[in-house]
């Protein structure tokens, strides 16, 4: 079993959500997909905060899913829990940290998945495995009860094979959500050097949708990129350092030496972090002035196999966004390579984007 850490006996009627085992849930131990966590792990006092909607809805939580060790990785391997199966390729990673989530919905075993997303862990998996997944905003979901990495950056949002399933997803994590009615939008292309095949597939489903289209430039981006991963690791060192010093064996090389990374950034790199942090901000918040939404791939290259999964570290999209906690949404395209590829709206609101994202996933199906 690698979809799932923990199946769960869920009878009844209602939404079947599988939950990523960095999420607590009352009298069940949390992994975070390391065994350095789960050797030591107690069953969980009680649920997270962000379960409570599901929980007064009635939704059946069938099970906990896998994902990369501790959130930290882009490709979804786990040495110790094993690697969910790609349904669209079981040769080529299923992309992370939330992999198991982003499985569960594509192979139809659950209506809803919560994710995390700290540098795009909703949006990548949900790119590979070719569904869709909502990065919220930060701060809008409560983290009280989950697995941090990154708490400038951590964000809890659903995954779901279309986009309606997204918005079930935020009504049981917001009880009440709606999204905004579908409007004309002027949509801002941001072009990323990527290959030909995701490139063409994502201009053609942007021209799908009738949209107004326009280029926009994002100058900070790069160095938005470099402050988040900065950022990123300085924190996730700072919540899994006990672990690397206590049981340093058990946690696999890639995730341990990625932790280790946040040893070399000091209080000055932080801060400096920080005012990247606030320009990138108000460059997003302009850009946004102008254009409804920004529009670019979800990930720069098909889904790489098992053995070359690393190559989705320089090829996300994701990052930068999380650096300005705006939120995003992913939502797969046809293409003409091996996979389909994936469209990132980046916008003010979830109610405005999955309002987009549902007006682009319709139109992209007449292609």
Known sequence: MTTFITRLDAPGTGVRLAVKDLIDMEGIPTTAGCRAVADRALPAAADAACLAGARAAGARIIGRTNLHELALGVTGINPWF???????????????????SAVAVATGEADVAYGSDTGGSVRIPAACCGTSGLKTTWGRISL??????????????????????????????????QPAPARPLRVGRFLVESDPLIAAAVEAGLRATGWELEEVQLPGWDDATAAAGMLLVSEAWAADRNLVESDPGGIGEDVRTRLQLGTAIDAGAVSSVRATQQAWKAELAEALRRVDVIAMPTITIFPPTLDAGEDLLMARCTLPVNLAGLPAVSVPVPSAGPLPASIQLIGPSEEELLAAASVLEAAVRTI
């Open 82 to 100: 094993g690697t969910p199966v790609n349904p669209l390729d079981p040769n080529r990673v299923p992309g992370g940290s939330s992999s198991g």
């Open 144 to 177: 009280e009860g989950v697995w941090p990495l990154a708490l400038s950056l951590d964000t809890i949002g659903p995954m779901a094979a279309d986009v309606a399933g997204l918005v079930t997803g935020m009504q049981l994590l917001e009880p009440g959500f």
